[in-house]
Nanobody
């Protein structure tokens, strides 16, 4: 079964940090760019970041630039999203997704595989 599984979400205070993981099973992430998306209640899903197959190139939405860092470990078949200086407006369900191509801004219909999402809540 081909799937992506996110983990690492939770409740954190403003200014805090979380690291999300996206692990693949049933297929190799080596052949895919990986995008991170988020969806807050009542809002559309938006692209947060994208990393190319090798990990040598990354892109970020303006809203997270300088605070979030995406990385990957192809040997572990896992991609990470380090989130620092979290704000209340970062509260959302975060998803990772796999795309054969490295392209931006992320369109939901470009992606072949999606994880089930992990909740991130930033609140005092």
């Amino acid at each position: 079964q081909l799937q992506l599984v996110e983990s690492g979400g939770g409740l954190v205070q403003p200014g805090g940090s979380l690291r999300l993981s996206c692990a693949a099973s049933g297929f190799s992430l080596d052949y895919y760019a990986i995008g991170w998306f988020r969806q807050a209640p009542g809002k559309e899903r938006e692209g947060v970041s994208c990393i190319n197959r090798s990990g040598g190139s990354t892109i970020y939405a303006d809203s997270v630039k300088g605070r979030f860092t995406v990385s990957r470990d192809n040997a572990r078949n896992t991609v990470y999203l380090q989130m620092n200086s979290l704000k209340a407006e970062d509260t959302a369900v975060y998803y990772c997704a796999a795309d054969r191509y490295y392209r931006w801004p992320g369109r939901v219909d470009w992606y072949d595989y999606w994880g089930q999402g992990t909740q991130v809540t930033v609140s005092s």
